[in-house]
């Protein structure tokens, strides 16, 4: 999938059809689109992709120098030196950083304190006071007993690593500093990564929420100092707790989050600060959304090749292709499900009523 990052390009490129899926086979096919699409004058930025231990894999396959990290790797197609950067999708990590704090098999500490699944739910069982008000209105029954479908939920995770609900957390309980912290740093970090319109910071009055006009945004500083230091601390205090309590690996990693979580939240962040402050320095940019580096496209698409397929849930190779044709025609009218895994496009459908008749077919005489 293609996504432009300052025009409203969205179209499926290429699509392979497999049992399974490697690292390794999606290597020479990634890049032959990056070889293509520069000979036709696109200039590839970034890839984006989710958790899927594949997709970690291909990342992986760049890492030349046996670094911990690979964020970036050289484009050899263009005479220029310039960088492809690797993303782990926003949203996703937001998902996989509330699975981890949701987790009964995890007991996140940090700063000598819990960071405990069971502080939300204390949240919303006082939240259901009789008197009728509540300290967090969107806190329901749905964000605290999660579901395998609920867990892919983004507008979930979302609504728990909120403002609100750690402001909430901080003003019942002063013991539960640490909760409140780590719920509102994750919530600055979504916010950075997740600028879709002009005026939502305005509106919300939340700077983190308006779009990037310069490379020495507040924000790019905040996530480089504030938001990867608090990450490296909360390592070192348990590595600390570790050799004191003479914990084992195991029981130490239990602590943090999940290492697949932590290597895409740093890899995200080193990618995102250094491709926006390239993008700065390339004449005629004034402003960027940061939402245009999700893959809320994707999930579109499959959200409206599910509606092609109706009842049919298991598309032959054929239908999808033919169905993928459908959709490049028709993606400026096709809106996704209302319960897609995805933000809904709420601007007006533009469709011209002609009301004039169709011609007569004339008759072909025999």
């Known amino acids: 999938m293609l996504r432009g990052l300052f ?3 969205e179209f499926p490129y290429a699509q392979f059809p497999c049992k399974a899926l490697t690292g390794e086979q ?27 231990s594949a997709n970690r894999h291909f990342f992986m396959l760049h890492n030349d120098n046996n670094d911990e990290l690979t964020h970036k790797v050289i484009n050899p197609y263009t005479s220029e030196e310039r960088y492809i950067y690797l993303f782990s999708d926003p949203p996703h990590l937001l998902k996989t950083v509330r699975n981890c704090w949701a987790s009964k098999k995890r007991n996140l500490w940090c700063n000598g304190k819990e960071i405990r699944w069971k502080h939300l739910e204390d949240l919303y069982q006082r939240n259901r006071g009789e008197t009728g008000l509540v300290l967090v209105p969107k806190l329901k ?12 939920r983004v507008d979930l995770a979302a609504q728990v690593l909120s403002d609100s609900v750690s402001k909430a957390i901080k003003l019942t309980e002063e013991e539960l500093e640490e ?22 910071g305005k509106q919300s009055r ?14 790019l500083k905040w996530l480089e100092e504030e938001f990867m230091g608090y990450l490296k601390k909360w390592k070192s205090d348990v590595d600390g707790k570790r050799h004191t309590d003479k914990l ?11 290492l697949e979580t932590r290597n895409g939240l740093d890899k995200t962040v080193l990618s995102f600060v250094e491709l926006v402050r390239y993008l700065f320095s390339v004449p005629g940019v004034e402003v960027f959304l940061s939402g245009k580096l999700c893959q809320d496209p994707l999930e579109k698409f499959f959200s409206c090749q599910r509606q092609r397929g109706r009842t049919n849930e298991n598309p032959t ?50």
């Open 7 to 9: 025009s409203k390009l």
């Open 26 to 52: 999606i290597f020479m096919p990634f890049w032959e689109a990056v070889s293509r699409l520069e000979r036709c004058d696109f200039k590839v930025m970034g890839v984006t992709a989710d958790g899927l």
């Open 141 to 152: 029954y749905e964000h605290i007993r999660l579901t395998a479908f609920s867990k892919m």
């Open 179 to 200: 909760t409140s912290k780590f719920v509102d740093m994750f919530n600055k970090f979504f916010d950075c990564l997740n600028v879709s319109s002009f005026g939502a």
């Open 206 to 219: 939340n700077p983190f929420k308006s779009p990037y006009r310069s490379k020495e945004d507040f924000r």
């Open 248 to 258: 084992k690996m195991k029981e130490a990693g239990k602590m943090l989050l999940s």
């Open 317 to 366: 190779v054929a239908e999808f292709l033919s169905n993928t044709q459908h959709l490049r025609v028709i993606n400026s009218i096709c809106k996704p499900s209302v319960h897609s895994n995805c933000r809904g496009d709420k601007r007006p459908i533009d469709v011209t009523d002609e009301n004039t008749p169709l011609s007569r077919r004339k008759r072909s005489r025999k």
